[in-house]
């Protein structure tokens, strides 16, 4: 139930968390396929993907950092609360993003790292290796690499599509939970 002076958006933290890995994670997606499609070894795929791996590895360090603000901040309030199955639905949806967010870098970190190659951070500095080289664990980790991505593309294609049918067809608050309107923002 919404009480009065309760926020119905979630707050600029969890705003910024958002937009800041939803803009990360879909430049690592377009890098990554981009890169997929040059031959090994060669130039400028090598600069790509460590631009990809230094994304990659920066949405895995938020990860954590945001999964606990979350759990402490909780959620805002709904003004029009939804049907309890859609809430469910949609928390299954947001755990399953929160679970791939997690699951694509380390299976990336696990393909790199075994590989024997490298694991930077925008030319600054390099992550540790924390597996050993093994060629059989760096392909699991390509193959995990792989699927995973294909199913973070699925379902975060299905959270912009149940966006925009609440935002442009049920024309609801959904949207203004993650994008409030101009003077709505006050925290
Ligand atoms: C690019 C277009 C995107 C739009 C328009 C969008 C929009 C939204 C909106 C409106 C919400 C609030 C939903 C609600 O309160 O029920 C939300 C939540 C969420 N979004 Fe997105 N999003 C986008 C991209 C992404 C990406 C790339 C990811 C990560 C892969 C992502 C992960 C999440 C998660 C995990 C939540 C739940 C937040 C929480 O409760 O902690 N979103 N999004
Ligand atoms: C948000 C994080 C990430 C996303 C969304 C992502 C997404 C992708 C995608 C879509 C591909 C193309 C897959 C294919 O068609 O073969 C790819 C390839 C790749 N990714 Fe990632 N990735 C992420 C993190 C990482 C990390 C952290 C690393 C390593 C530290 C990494 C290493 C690689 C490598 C080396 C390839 C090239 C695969 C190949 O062609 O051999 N990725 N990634």
Known sequence: MSR?????HYDRVQRGFHWL?????????????YAAWQVPGTSPRREILDIHK???????????LR??????AGEPAYRAPPSRHAHIAATLAHLTLYALMLLLPVSGYVYSAAGGYGLPWFG????????????????????AHYWIAWGLGIV????????????????DEVMGRMWPARGDASV
């Open 4 to 8: 009065p002076g309760r926020a119905f």
């Open 21 to 33: 890995m939803a803009a990360l994670i879909v430049v690592a997606l377009a890098l990554g396929i």
């Open 54 to 64: 230094s994304i990659g590895l920066t949405v895995l360090l938020l990860l954590p």
């Open 67 to 72: 999964f606990v603000y979350r759990l402490v």
């Open 124 to 143: 600054v500095f390099s992550f540790p290796r924390l597996v050993p080289v093994d060629k059989a664990l760096s392909q699991a980790g390509y193959g």
């Open 156 to 171: 975060l294609g299905l959270h912009v599509l149940a966006v925009a049918w609440h935002a442009w067809i049920r024309r």
